[in-house]
């Protein structure tokens, strides 16, 4: 009778740890500036079924309460390596706002690969060569897009004024993750 409930138990282990789970990652290039990889680890274990959930059609306000509920627990049961909750649910949020703006807009994204490129293509090549870091990479690449926009657009002259007297285009933020992805698929 034992050998056999073993037996049973060995073989429904075997069958379980035999299925691969497939959680969605958290994207890099969503994460906010100063994310430790770890960090993003952490979200991953934690939500990675919500991002699924959320490539298949979840909602963005279903997605962040639930993500919120599971941060908010594992960080009163100290379950989340010291980081606070504010720094994991941050994390969280970027990437269900991009998994879900990736579902609404996928021609989106597919279209303007090439074209943030193109337009970020002098800044990836400073990059690249070490002529620049990232964050003046990230900041020039920034600057490339609203000039794209607005060729008119001085950023020495836009950013020494009052905030609320510049005259920055109004520019979809997704051409920005674009970059960010651009960018960061040049480090090695």
Not at 52 to 64: F, H, K, M, P, S
Not at 87 to 104: G, H, K, P, S, T
Not at 148 to 166: G, T
């Amino acid at each position: 009778m034992k050998k056999s409930i073993i037996s049973i138990i060995s073989i429904v282990s075997i069958l379980i740890s035999s299925f691969s789970v497939s959680a969605a990652e958290v994207p890099r290039e969503s994460a906010p500036c100063n994310t430790t990889s770890e960090a993003i680890v952490i979200v991953e274990s934690y939500i990675g079924d919500i991002l699924t959930e959320v490539q298949n059609g979840l909602g963005y306000a279903d997605a962040r309460a639930k993500s919120n509920r599971i941060f908010f627990n594992a960080w009163l049961n100290g379950q989340t390596n010291g980081y606070s909750y504010g720094e994991l649910v941050d994390i969280a949020n970027n990437a269900i706002w991009q998994y879900r703006d990736m579902y609404l807009h996928p021609d989106f994204y597919a279209n303007n690969i090439e074209k943030v490129r193109v337009i970020i293509a002098p800044v990836i090549e400073d990059y690249k060569s070490g002529k620049i870091t990232y964050a003046e990479a990230e900041f020039n690449a920034r600057n490339k897009i609203y000039q794209y926009v607005n060729p008119n657009f001085n950023p020495d002259i836009e950013y020494m004024k009052d905030p609320i007297y510049r005259d920055i285009p109004s520019v979809d933020n997704s051409l920005f993750i674009l970059a960010r992805k651009l960018l960061l698929s040049q480090v090695k």
